[in-house]
């Protein structure tokens, strides 16, 4: 299946008082047509980073891109000028964030500000054809009563009724890529399962991609095809799902999933990760999760391992298996490839 996202050796940096920090490192990666890649890690890892560089949306002030290559849908993004972006921003390539009552206008009705997400990028759409554009979205998404949920304000709604809208926005133009950053956070359990199987449904109907974003390894079981394991701003494991919970090889990702609680824990302690996610400031070469690591060695701490395909289609980030792969006569693979 073609590829419709390449992310090639992505780096991205901030500069702060201590100086540049890197948030995101030398991260590369693809997303298939039709395909839900669930991008996972704590808090603090660079998956909101990593997706505000694909969107183009990194404050310009004290941010940058320092290397890589974005090439969404045939284009080259990291060369494009700023209306080059605003034309497939909001366009074929949207984003919805984990709390949609900051990213909707209290002050505009529902309808007038998907009118103007049409608007944005076809100016010759009339006022009656937008408006059966914005009912035929609203019913897309299992809005009820579509009709009277037009007129309404965003604080006149539910938070799940909300974030359909945003899902909406991202679907009126028929995006083909849609990054999902947290989007059932703010959710209760009830309707965070219907966002989802919304989200699965749309990815298998509209043919449409989505990045999900998440800590919450439920929610990747539950709707991704593929899965993506971040971690002080390297991606150190990929692999499809079932081979992820069926035998995750990175210790970062066995310690994730010896996190979720389980029928019948009784009064046994839930696991934990011992330690805190490094700040990029601190990173002083070697892998950034020796230090919490119950296997790390002083190789760990000195050098930082390449990313080897240990099972096939399988790709880890650690000496183990880059070892292993190596003494196969294995080269280092490109997970993007």
Known sequence: ????????????????????????????????????????????????VTSLSIMGLLPRKNSRIKSGSIVFDGKEMTTLPRKGYDEIRGNTLSMIFQEPMTSLNPVYTIENQL???????????????????ILE???????PGAENVMKQYPH??????????????????????????EPTTALDVTIQAQILQL??????????SIILIT???????????????MYCGRFVETASRDAFFRHPL????????KCIPFIGMSDQELYHIPGNVMHPADDKGGCSFAPRCPYASERCAAQVP???????????????????TASEGKEETNVSA
């Open 199 to 208: 989200l699965k449904k749309l990815a298998s109907e509209e043919e449409m």
């Open 250 to 257: 990175h210790p970062y990702s066995e310690g994730l999933l």
């Open 1 to 48: 299946m073609e590829n419709l996202l390449n992310v090639e050796h992505l780096t991205t940096a901030f500069r702060t008082y201590d100086g540049e920090v890197t948030a995101v490192n030398d991260v590369s990666f693809h997303v298939k047509k039709g395909e839900i890649l669930g991008l996972v890690g704590e808090s603090g890892c660079g998956k909101s």
């Open 306 to 324: 390449p990313m080897r395909e240990a099972e096939e289609g399988h790709f880890v980030r650690c000496w183990k298996f880059a070892d292993e």
């Open 156 to 181: 006149q709604l539910s938070g799940g009724m909300r974030q359909r809208v945003m899902i909406s926005m991202a679907l009126i133009n028929h995006s083909k890529l849609l990054i999902a950053d």
């Open 115 to 133: 009118r103007e997400v049409i608007r944005n990028h076809d100016r010759s759409v009339s006022k009656e054809e937008c408006r059966k554009r």
């Open 137 to 143: 979205v609203l019913n897309k998404v299992g809005i």
């Open 215 to 229: 800590h919450d390894l439920s929610v990747v079981a539950e709707v991704c095809d593929r899965i993506q394991v």
